[in-house]
């Protein structure tokens, strides 16, 4: 698209990336070279990166990027929660348990990690309580963390909600036109 385009300073980023991602089938076979391997890999990857093209022809994805963008406090929020819980809990989980023999919680960031895999309800299992202090802590984090997420996502859900419909009636209102402009033009 750069070599194409009528004004090059007009080419947008995502251009470049197409580009770019494009350009490298053929490079593999200039040499043996490791970083030239490495580099291929990443602009492989940006090929990824094209499909954000496809937002601008899709009302569903341009509704999830207004979501995104007028749940910014909301999501602010969420994240301060849940920093604000992941370490207090934390903090409570390594002095909980520190004193126990072979814990896996040797500092507060271990604990943080225990933290985010139970709050999130992911729990892998690779960090455990194995005091019944520990454990009462693991239930209220388990319990806060369900609450911490549920908390904003019904708002975000309701931004999304209105912008969708927005999106639905601006389309409503532009095929009224059109055939308003078809039937009297």
């Known amino acids: 698209m750069l070599v194409t385009a009528k004004d090059r300073c007009k080419a947008t980023t995502i251009h470049a ?9 053929g490079a593999h076979t200039i040499g043996d070279f490791r970083g030239l391997a490495m580099v ?3 602009v492989r990857v940006m090929r990824v990166a094209r499909i954000f093209k496809l937002a601008r022809y899709s009302s569903g994805l341009k509704s999830f990027g207004m979501t995104v963008k007028t749940s910014l406090p909301e999501l602010s929020m969420l994240l301060l929660f849940l920093l604000t819980a ?3 809990f934390s903090t409570l989980m390594y002095f909980a348990e520190r004193d126990e023999p072979n814990t896996k919680f040797r500092s507060i960031a271990h604990a943080g990690w ?3 895999v139970t709050m999130t309800t992911v729990g892998y299992g690779d960090y455990y309580p194995e005091t019944l202090f520990g454990k009462l802590i693991a239930s209220c ?4 963390g369900v609450l911490v997420l549920a908390f904003p996502i019904t708002m ?3 931004n ?7 999106e639905k ?3 409503k209102r532009v095929q009224r036109r059109r055939r308003m402009a078809k039937a009297y033009g």
């Open 17 to 25: 990336v197409n580009d770019l991602s494009t350009s490298g089938f």
């Open 114 to 116: 225990w933290c985010i």
């Open 86 to 88: 992941i370490i207090f």
């Open 40 to 42: 291929m890999r990443v």
């Open 156 to 158: 975000i859900v309701e």
């Open 169 to 171: 009636n601006d389309f």
């Open 160 to 166: 999304f909600s209105r912008n969708y419909d927005s």
């Open 141 to 144: 984090a388990s319990i806060s």
